[in-house]
């Protein structure tokens, strides 16, 4: 879902105003934009949804498949997180940083 929205998020604002067209140093590379997708905080939300189910049903039951709802959360958090930090070095090594404005120089904290 992030590398979908990620997208909308970076140039929407920059077509709905002109300010923001000239504050910042224009459009973002579309790969630079693809890393922030792909290299973001992976299935938080994911794991808040199944560790909220509650431990038992009505009249005090065990709340059936609640186990298996949050080992498969736990197990798609892991597997995210491995094959989006094992293909991370790849895909950044694919960006072309010279067509990209962000710059370190920029983007350094003084």
């Known amino acids: 879902m ?14 709905l105003s002109r300010r923001l067209r000239r504050e ?7 790969r630079a934009v ?3 997708g792909w290299a973001g905080i992976r299935s938080s939300v994911t794991l808040a949804a199944a560790l909220s ?7 005090s039951a065990a709340f059936p ?9 736990g197990t798609t ?4 997180l491995c094959i989006n930090g094992l293909t991370l070095r790849t895909i950044e ?3 072309d940083h010279a ?7 920029r983007d350094a904290i003084p």
């Open 93 to 95: 090594a694919e960006i």
């Open 53 to 59: 189910i509650p431990l038992a049903g009505p009249g």
């Open 34 to 36: 693809f890393l922030v």
């Open 65 to 73: 498949g609640r186990d298996l709802i949050v080992f498969l959360a």
């Open 2 to 15: 992030r590398l979908i929205w990620v997208y909308p998020g970076t140039y929407l604002p920059l077509v």
């Open 24 to 30: 910042r140093e224009g459009w973002r590379n579309p």
């Open 77 to 80: 958090i892991v597997m995210t």
């Open 99 to 105: 067509e990209s404005p962000l710059t370190p120089e």
